[in-house]
């Protein structure tokens, strides 16, 4: 029994995992598969797994998966693997890094009459992100919780409707920045208030953007970034940057920083910073960097409440 389920395990396996023919799992699992990622705790069906494969196989098109070895006792075995492969395609949003990694795990299965009926993973696809050196941010809270460090985010049970929350966030006062970068010596940007200055020594700020940005790509590829703070004389470039003009430079006048990042002129105040983490947060990439250039002007900024622009210049003062 014991030499029949590694071999049809082989098979099965090089056929999904190497080949993407996925429907060659069903020869080795019972009906009632499941499978259950250590790192989350969640489980799938094989239908899921099977789709889970043929979307790590479209990030990693040259994906192999080598068993290490399997140690089959009773109605119980585990499986090590070994699997490498070059991102070459967009993988869970994130788009290709031309990277190659290797990453390795192991299975541990549960099985009825010489047949999967479940398995532990101690892998999920968030692995090779983290391989690349890319964290999710669900991740990123894991460690802090096992750290006994303070936790980044509460417990969302409970949460908020859409409309509850675009209130709230029609309360809170910010600035807009243009972040931007080049693409092959083409300027590119958007406008982002989602800035935050994270601690000053070291100096590091952090921007949130949506990956469907047609900016993004470039972004996501780019050592370094600009980010402009953009001041009361600016109206017509927010407009600019909030739309998805093919040319947003046209009529900019801006120069580079040290690393090559736009700074466009005008502006209230500008970084360029280099990137140091790319935090997958679902639809959106929190960038973090360290502030390597600044300049500083006395334009008085733009502010930004509530879907309406004002001027930094006329506040009062409580
Ligand atoms: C005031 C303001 C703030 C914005 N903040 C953000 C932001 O923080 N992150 C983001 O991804 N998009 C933000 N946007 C939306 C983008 O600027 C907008 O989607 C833009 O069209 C993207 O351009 P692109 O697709 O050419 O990159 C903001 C827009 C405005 C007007």
Redesign the pocket.
């Known amino acids: 029994m014991q030499q029949t389920f590694e071999t049809a395990l082989e098979e099965a396996w090089t056929a999904a995992w190497d080949r993407g023919e996925v429907e060659a799992l069903a020869s080795i699992c019972t009906d009632s598969y499941s499978r259950t990622g250590k790192s989350d705790g969640n489980s799938m069906t094989l239908a899921q797994f099977q789709d889970e494969i043929r979307a790590t196989r479209a990030g990693f098109p040259d994906l192999t998966t080598k068993i290490n070895s399997v140690i089959v006792n009773g109605d119980r075995a585990a499986i090590f693997w070994t699997t490498s492969g070059t991102h070459t395609e967009t993988f869970l949003g994130v788009p290709a890094t031309g990277k190659s990694v290797v990453t390795r795990g192991s299975n541990e299965v549960a099985l009825h009459d010489g047949l999967i009926q479940s398995e532990n993973v101690t892998w999920d696809g968030s692995e090779l992100l983290n391989s690349l050196g890319i964290r999710s941010l669900s991740d990123a809270i894991a460690a802090e919780k096992a750290s006994d460090e303070p936790v980044l985010m509460a417990d969302l049970s409970g949460e908020p409707d859409l409309d509850a929350m675009k209130a709230f966030n029609r309360q809170f006062v ?1 600035g ?1 920045t243009v972040v931007t970068t080049q693409e092959n010596g083409k300027p ?8 935050s200055s994270i601690s000053l020594e070291p100096p590091l700020v952090m ?4 990956k ?5 790509p470039a972004l996501f590829a780019s050592t370094h970034l600009g980010i402009n703070i953009l001041s009361r004389e600016q109206k017509d470039t ?1 407009s600019t ?5 093919a040319d ?1 430079f046209a009529d900019i006048v801006w120069h580079e920083g040290p690393d090559g990042s736009p700074l466009i002129d005008s502006s209230s105040a500008m970084i360029e910073a280099e990137i140091r983490e790319r935090f997958q947060a679902k639809t ?1 990439t929190i960038f973090v960097c360290r502030v390597r250039h600044a300049e500083v002007s006395n334009i008085e900024p733009m502010v ?1 409440k509530a ?1 309406r ?1 004002y001027d930094g210049a006329n506040l009062e003062s409580l």
């Open positions: 910010t807009v590119k940007g958007l406008a982002v208030n989602a800035y921007v949130c953007v949506q469907t940005s047609s900016t993004y927010v940057f909030a739309s998805k003009s947003k959106h930004y879907g622009f």
